[in-house]
């Protein structure tokens, strides 16, 4: 089992609709849980760390499930400016701290007018 | 800020060439990381390192090499490049692990 798993995707959405993505991770020693946006060839950019008891941040609604190892990301009113690669992060520590990050492959959204 | 800073941005080496991808931030962030994207395969940890002097080997390290001598630079060392290390090399840096990490912009390598 892929130790962060994701929708490839492409979901297509009209503009103004709200998409949620999800993704699961295998690691119960998984400790800090992040989404990052990918545009095509470039750097991964942090859209929000992901907390237990939910967090928002404008149109962008983050959930983790520590039971189901389960988190979600939630876009309302979309923009074509969405359109991205949205990547699920995982970070493990072990005894001598974080262990650096563990990507999904990413789900591709595609927002059109 | 400069914030992560990479170079070369783009580079072609031939098979077993070395070459050293260099990596600097201004945060004074501690923890610093080097991930590979290959397309369908995400990205992937390479080496790791939470402070000077204190490196550790990620998920894929074989052929290369880190070092971290200081708090700002963190290169990544090639020791005889091959085809399969034909990839886009990101170095990323934290103030803690956590707390989100910030990307440099990238070196696509090409190794023919």
């Known amino acids: 089992r892929k130790e962060v798993e994701q929708d490839p995707g492409p979901f297509n959405v009209p503009e103004g609709a709200t998409v949620a993505f999800n993704c699961t991770y295998s690691n119960s020693a998984s400790q800090s849980f992040f989404w990052y946006r990918q545009d095509c060839r470039k750097e991964p950019k942090l859209l929000m760390s992901?907390?237990?008891s939910g967090n928002e941040d404008g149109r962008f609604t983050a959930q983790l499930n520590r039971a189901s190892q389960y988190i979600s990301l939630l876009i309302r009113d979309s923009k074509l400016s969405d359109s991205a690669t949205y990547l699920c992060v995982v970070n493990k520590y072990s005894g001598g701290g974080a262990d650096g990050l563990t990507f999904g492959k990413g789900t591709h959204l595609i927002i059109q007018p | 800020n400069a914030g992560v800073t990479q170079t070369p941005k783009f580079q072609v080496l031939k098979t077993g060439q070395s070459m050293t991808l260099q990596c600097a931030q201004d945060m004074n962030h501690e923890y610093m990381s080097w991930y590979r994207q290959d397309p369908g395969m995400g990205l992937r940890l390479i080496h790791y390192s939470v402070g000077a002097g204190i490196t550790d080997q990620g998920e894929v390290p074989n052929g290369y090499n880190v070092s971290r001598s200081t708090t700002e630079d963190f290169p990544l060392r090639l020791l005889s490049a091959a085809p399969s290390q034909t990839s886009v090399y990101f170095c990323a840096s934290s103030f803690t692990g956590n707390y989100g990490y910030t990307f440099g912009s990238g070196t696509r390598l090409t190794v023919v």
């Open positions: 992901v907390y237990s």
